[in-house]
């Protein structure tokens, strides 16, 4: 579940669902409760991320990872 988090821009639901469609009966009743599973997934990619810390003031500079748009020509192809 951690790895296809990371790995896809699945909804948080879809990564969960797509666990649950994926183990069996007796497993998917050992499984945690959904909420916990989304905090779950929430924090591997939150993580998986790195994003920085909130500014503590208004004199900071933003990273050029966070500056660039998937819209921009030389990103995406």
Not at 18 to 34: E, I, Y
Not at 36 to 49: A, E, G
Not at 61 to 75: H, Q, R, S, V
């Amino acid at each position: 579940m951690k790895i296809n988090a990371k790995c896809t821009s699945n909804s948080t639901h879809s990564v969960i669902g797509t666990l649950a469609s994926q183990v069996s009966a007796s497993v998917a009743g050992q499984l945690p409760n959904v909420p916990t599973l989304k905090r779950t997934v929430q924090r591997v990619r939150q993580s998986h991320l790195g994003a920085p810390t909130n500014p503590q003031n208004f004199n900071f500079e933003i990273p050029d990872l966070f500056t660039k748009t998937t819209n921009e020509p030389g990103i995406n192809g």
